[in-house]
Antibody
Framework: EVQLVESGGGLVQPGRSLRLSCAASGFIFDNYAMHWVRQAPGKGLEWVSSISWNSDTMRYADSVKGRITISRDNAKNSLDLQMNSLRTEDTAFYYC????????????????WGQGTLVTVSS | QSVLTQPPSVSAAPGQKVTISCSGSSSNIGNDYVSWYQQLPGTAPKLLIYDNDKRPSGIPDRFSGSKSGTSATLGITGLQTGDEADYYCGTWDRSLSAWVFGGGTKVTVL
């Protein structure tokens, strides 16, 4: 059974940093690209970032480019999201998602999602 | 303002059918596969349809997808109270070099 478990969310002040993690199990992690998708409370889904199976390619939404770094450790079956210079508009649930079939950082579709971790940016 | 346009809400009585449209452009829907996601209240999104019209294992055939040109449609037949959720379409946009979602459609069973 595929499982994705996010952690690391919490309350943080504007301008500070936070690192999210996603622990993956139930599939061959290094066969798939992985992604982060966020959802502000009461709002729609927003793609944040993607990483290829071998970390060769990373992609970012314009809204987070330069402030967020995606990374993965295939030996530990883990996916991370380092978020710097956080803004109030970064407040959202952050979901880790597995790619549906591709190994590159071009999202094919998202076939499994974690339960999400809430990041609140507020003073 | 989402790149993909969905109606904010649709509704129908139990047992009836609803369709949800997802309108895009040649840089997204017109040139790539569309997937659909269901988000029940308070839960994470779940894949419903991929490659425009394919259902993952475990998704009932009451759910269907189609695509024509720069638009896609999700259909739900035999509507059940358990189908009350938000539904999102999504695809890759070649001009933006970004994955884009529709704004979401809330399905209400009357």
């Amino acid at each position: 059974e595929v499982q994705l478990v996010e952690s690391g969310g919490g309350l943080v002040q504007p301008g500070r940093s936070l690192r999210l993690s996603c622990a993956a199990s139930g599939f061959i992690f290094d066969n798939y690209a992985m992604h982060w998708v966020r959802q502000a409370p009461g709002k729609g889904l927003e793609w944040v970032s993607s990483i290829s199976w071998n970390s060769d390619t990373m992609r970012y939404a314009d809204s987070v480019k330069g402030r967020i770094t995606i990374s993965r450790d295939n030996a530990k079956n883990s996916l991370d999201l380092q978020m710097n210079s956080l803004r109030t508009e970064d407040t959202a649930f952050y979901y880790c998602a597995k790619d549906g079939g591709g190994s590159g950082a071009y999202p094919y579709f998202f076939d499994y999602w974690g339960q999400g971790t809430l990041v609140t940016v507020s003073s | 303002q989402s790149v993909l346009t969905q109606p904010p809400s649709v509704s129908a009585a139990p047992g009836q059918k609803v369709t949800i449209s997802c309108s895009g452009s040649s840089s997204n829907i017109g040139n790539d596969y569309v997937s659909w996601y269901q988000q029940l209240p308070g839960t994470a999104p779940k894949l419903l349809i991929y490659d425009n019209d394919k259902r993952p294992s475990g998704i009932p055939d009451r759910f269907s997808g189609s695509k024509s040109g720069t638009s896609a449609t999700l259909g739900i037949t035999g509507l059940q109270t358990g189908d009350e959720a938000d539904y999102y379409c999504g695809t890759w946009d070649r001009s933006l070099s970004a994955w884009v979602f529709g704004g979401g459609t809330k399905v209400t069973v009357l």
